[in-house]
């Protein structure tokens, strides 16, 4: 075997379609595009959901559901990962500042604290908001809670 005995394997390789070379190919006139219509058209796209002139089922399909627009989103952090990050750079303090620079919350974040999780060490902690059985786990180790 050489080089020049190399062949594609059978069947491998088709003949391009050869279209708009004139009537005598027998794919001249119209180059395979049928007569008139979109499709027939240069610079034809069809739109993402056509289905061919039915109506579009993004346009069937009713509108669903209810968004608010007033809706307040807090970033959730628990009580046993204020305890973890109190123990791991010994802080009695913790505020929403401290919780970024830890990377728990972005700069822009509203911080909820929630009551998950046990904690041990008296912390005076200033968030956004507090669930109910996170300020009273705060309160009863003689901690304070201060909402921003």
Same mark, same amino acid.
Request: without cysteine; hydrophobic residues 35%; glycine residues 12%.
């Given at each position: 075997?050489?080089?020049?005995?190399?062949?594609?394997?059978?069947?491998?390789?088709? +003949?391009?379609?050869?279209?708009?070379?004139?009537?005598?190919?027998?794919?001249?006139?119209?180059?395979?595009?049928?007569?008139?219509?979109?499709? /027939?058209?240069?610079?034809?796209?069809?739109?993402?959901?056509?289905?061919?002139?039915?109506?579009?089922?993004?346009?069937?399909?009713?509108?669903?559901?209810?968004?608010?627009?007033?809706?307040?989103?807090?970033?959730?952090?628990?009580?046993?990962?204020?305890?973890?990050?109190?123990?791991?750079?010994?802080?009695?303090?913790?505020?929403?500042?401290?919780?970024?620079?830890?990377?728990?919350? /972005? +700069?822009?974040?509203?911080?909820?604290?929630?009551?998950?999780?046990?904690?041990?060490? +008296?912390?005076?902690?200033?968030?956004?908001?507090?669930?109910?059985?996170?300020?009273?786990?705060?309160?009863?180790?003689?901690?304070?809670?201060?909402?921003?």
């Amino acid at each position: 075997m050489e080089l020049n005995n190399l062949k594609p394997a059978a069947g491998s390789v088709k +003949k391009v379609k050869r279209i708009g070379r004139g009537q005598g190919s027998g794919r001249g006139g119209t180059s395979t595009r049928g007569h008139k219509g979109a499709q /027939s058209r240069s610079g034809y796209s069809r739109t993402r959901g056509f289905e061919g002139g039915q109506m579009p089922l993004q346009r069937v399909v009713p509108k669903f559901g209810f968004k608010n627009v007033n809706r307040v989103e807090y970033k959730a952090i628990n009580l046993d990962t204020l305890q973890t990050l109190a123990e791991s750079k010994s802080l009695s303090v913790i505020d929403v500042q401290t919780l970024v620079d830890a990377g728990l919350a /972005s +700069k822009n974040d509203r911080v909820k604290i929630l009551g998950n999780g046990a904690l041990t060490a +008296k912390l005076e902690v200033k968030a956004h908001a507090f669930s109910k059985s996170a300020k009273e786990a705060i309160e009863k180790l003689e901690g304070t809670t201060e909402i921003l």
